[in-house]
């Protein structure tokens, strides 16, 4: 009798719980406070594998009208920044004129990774908005960023003397990026010795 009292509570016609009644509202639960964590992440954020990292073995050819190339090789001896920029990306075009600004002062080499673009596209867009670039390897085929881990255009990495990825930027830079993060972390790189091979 009392076992059929304590049953009688817990079962539903047909012999399933009550709280199988409530696994769907559970499961709803659950999924709404993964999304709102990842709703108040900034996407800007996301960690790169590669920071601590040397940068990617890679050489490329320099943009069509260029003399200059990029290479493995060419971010060793000093602090640089490389910039991965297109043609078609509209927000390369609105951090184009901050990167200009980088180049004026004259602080740091600025060095591009131009993402598969159009040869001529490439040279009609770097004629129009001017060249900041000391160095710009032309990644047609996208390898070379795929090798520097880039989710899309525009990133930006900052790169120690010795060859390191020391930051990297997701999307645009924007004015508070540049003097917040980017040329505070560029002057500290410039600061420190370099490391002294074994």
Not at 44 to 56: E, M, T, W, Y
Not at 128 to 133: A, F, K, N, Q, V
């Amino acid at each position: 009798m009392t076992e059929d009292i304590i049953t009688q509570g817990a079962v539903a016609p047909g012999g399933r719980t009550r709280l199988a009644g409530y696994i769907p509202l559970l499961i709803f639960l659950v999924m709404a406070v993964f999304l709102g964590i990842g709703l108040t992440m900034n996407p800007r954020d996301i960690p790169s594998p590669l920071i601590g990292k040397p940068v990617p073995e890679f050489s490329l050819p320099p943009v069509k009208g260029g003399t200059l190339g990029l290479a493995t090789a060419d971010l060793r001896g000093q602090v640089s920044i490389v910039n991965v920029f297109a043609s078609w990306c509209v927000a390369c075009r609105e951090e184009h004129p901050l990167l200009m600004g980088i180049k004026e002062k004259g602080l740091v080499p600025l060095h591009g990774i131009n993402y598969k673009d159009k040869p001529d596209d490439a040279r009609a867009w770097l004629d129009e908005m001017g060249d900041p670039y000391t160095r710009i390897g032309a990644d047609i085929s996208g390898r070379a960023a795929i090798d520097w881990g880039v989710y899309g255009v525009p990133e930006t990495f900052v790169i120690d003397r010795n060859g390191t990825i020391a930051y990297k930027h997701i999307g645009a830079v924007t004015p508070e990026a540049l003097r917040d993060k980017i040329m505070p972390l560029v002057a500290e790189l410039q600061k420190s010795q370099p490391r002294t091979p074994l």
